[in-house]
Each structure stands twice: as structure tokens, then as C-alpha cells.
């Protein structure tokens, strides 16, 4: 396995990219949001990623929008009615 080095501010894209997600998916089922009290400090970090890619954002949200739909898409699949045997 090769590693390569990342800048310490793309060590928690993937936490960015799960939050959006989970709104993403918050809002398509009308679930309430209820923030945490840490929330506003989770935030801050996120202006420092921006700060050194402010595309990083936009990024993060493609990708939470194709988690979103995945799970959207694997669901239906799942409860799908089965076809009847003939």
C-alpha cells in the first residue's frame, strides 16, 4: 500500500462530505435537525480547509450529493416488491 502525504487540512474532508450527506438526506426524508453544542467549533475547521481550497466546499458537496443518491438508489432496490413466480 502506498501512502501519500496530505495537507492537514484535507484530513477531514471525508467528515465534511458524511455532514453534508446527512443533511442531504435529513431533508429528502423531512427529518428535523437538532445541532450539537460542538457544532459551531466543527464549522470553524471548515473555514480553515477553505481557506487554503476554497473549491474544497464545493467538492465535498459532489461528492455527498453521489453518497445521497447511492443510498436513494440502493433503498429503492432493496424494497422493491419481488416479482411473482409464474
Same mark, same amino acid.
Given at each position: 500500500?502506498?501512502?501519500?502525504?496530505?495537507?492537514?487540512?484535507?484530513?477531514?474532508?471525508?467528515?465534511?462530505?458524511?455532514?453534508?450527506?446527512?443533511?442531504?438526506?435529513?431533508?429528502?426524508?423531512?427529518?428535523?435537525?437538532?445541532? *450539537?453544542?460542538?457544532?459551531?467549533?466543527?464549522?470553524?475547521?471548515?473555514?480553515?480547509?477553505? *481557506?487554503?481550497?476554497?473549491?474544497?466546499?464545493?467538492?465535498?458537496?459532489?461528492?455527498?450529493?453521489?453518497?445521497?443518491?447511492?443510498?436513494?438508489?440502493?433503498?429503492?432496490?432493496?424494497?422493491?416488491?419481488?416479482?411473482?413466480?409464474?
Amino acid at each position: 500500500m502506498i501512502l501519500i502525504p496530505q495537507p492537514p487540512f484535507f484530513a477531514g474532508l471525508s467528515g465534511y462530505v458524511a455532514e453534508l450527506g446527512a443533511s442531504y438526506l435529513m431533508a429528502d426524508l423531512g427529518l428535523a435537525y437538532t445541532p *450539537r453544542p460542538d457544532h459551531a467549533a466543527y464549522l470553524a475547521s471548515w473555514l480553515g480547509a477553505l *481557506r487554503h481550497d476554497p473549491k474544497a466546499i464545493f467538492n465535498a458537496a459532489a461528492q455527498a450529493q453521489a453518497a445521497a443518491d447511492w443510498i436513494h438508489a440502493t433503498h429503492k432496490a432493496a424494497v422493491a416488491p419481488l416479482p411473482l413466480a409464474a
